[in-house]
């Protein structure tokens, strides 16, 4: 709470200046003590120049005396999971010519196949880059992303990925 309080002063010492708040759904459940955040917002509608920012998983979780109140957040944008349209031309971002568009349509069917998030498409590409880099190559090739994609998938577990037992480590 320290911590926060002295963000959104620091904040309003350096205005105008943007401050930003990722996953707060997690935060006010677990870091942040949702009254002392709520004040620290109030205080912000006198401050010109200070932009807060915020970030949800499941902007459910929040409490609606932090989403239905105006000056606390007084926009609100729901950015959904990428469709396959959407997938493509985020692959196409990260590959660019790197590869053909039609493995790159290929690669934008796995959102709908494993329901992968822009998360897991840029990490396609990540994967896919140190595995061709391992095998000294500037660029992936398909195999490369093949592989990347299996890894993904078993991290994921949707195939079945091997679970570790913890119970030796654990007392």
């Not at 004040?39 to 915020?54: F, P």
């Not at 494993?114 to 500037?138: C, D, P, Q, W």
Request: net charge positive; with cysteine.
């Amino acid at each position: 709470d320290e911590m926060m309080r002295e963000a959104f002063a620091y904040a309003e010492d350096q205005c105008p200046s943007l401050l930003y708040f990722e996953d707060l759904d997690s935060m006010l459940d677990r870091t942040i003590d949702s009254s002392s955040f709520l004040n620290a917002m109030d205080g912000v509608s006198t401050k010109n120049g200070l932009l807060v920012i915020a970030t949800a998983n499941d902007i459910k979780r929040l409490r609606t005396n932090v989403t239905d109140r105006p000056s606390r957040f007084d926009r609100k944008l729901f950015i959904p999971p990428p469709d396959v349209d959407m997938a493509n031309k985020y692959l196409k971002r990260w590959f660019s010519n790197l590869i053909t568009d039609t493995k790159c349509k290929e690669l934008a069917h796995l959102v709908e196949k494993y329901g992968f998030s822009y998360a897991y498409l840029k990490e396609v590409y990540i994967t896919s880059m140190f595995e061709a880099l391992s095998h000294n190559r500037k660029a992936p090739l398909s195999k490369d992303i093949d592989n990347a994609i299996k890894r993904l998938i078993k991290d994921k577990n949707i195939l079945g990925g091997t679970k570790i037992n913890m119970d030796k480590y654990i007392k």
